[in-house]
């Protein structure tokens, strides 16, 4: 179940974040923060509930979404690419920045062939691998 949630907010920042990566190239963005009001709940200021962190080639490197308060980590995570631009580790972290998973990529010839899942020791603890069948 972990993993599935892991997966999931990584395709929905990866598609987010693939939107608007000329803009953040373009206007130099760093870091984009996100605040919200709940104001049905009474809530009488602004309180962060996300943070994203981006290089210099407007790729998301870092990224931490908030308690309902904005004053402790829900999830935070880290992101590696390769020259290409392909991902190829995301760090997993507590709220002290300790690693709770890490799991890195292998491409070959631009396409992912296998993922590796690293505990917080970082223990192999699972192996998926991809396959590509190809048009004539």
């Not at 997966?7 to 206007?27: G, H, P, R």
């Not at 308060?69 to 392909?86: L, R, V």
């Not at 920045?97 to 590796?116: A, M, W």
Request: glycine share 6%.
């Amino acid at each position: 179940m972990r993993i599935m949630l892991i997966t999931l907010i990584v395709l929905c920042a990866n598609v987010l974040y693939a939107q608007s990566k000329t803009e953040i190239i373009q206007k130099g963005i760093e870091v984009r923060r996100y605040y919200e009001q709940d104001i049905e709940d009474g809530e009488k200021e602004l309180s962060i509930f996300k943070e994203e962190f981006f290089n210099v080639k407007g790729e998301l490197v870092e990224e931490k979404t908030f308690d309902n308060q904005g004053s402790e980590i829900d999830d935070w995570f880290k992101y590696k690419y390769d020259n290409n631009g392909n991902l190829i580790e995301e760090f997993e972290l507590d709220e002290d920045g300790e690693q709770i998973e890490r799991v890195f990529s292998v491409y070959e010839n631009g396409l992912k062939v296998e993922k590796l899942y690293y505990d917080y020791k970082d223990r192999l603890k699972q192996r998926r691998t991809y396959e590509y069948e190809f048009r004539k």
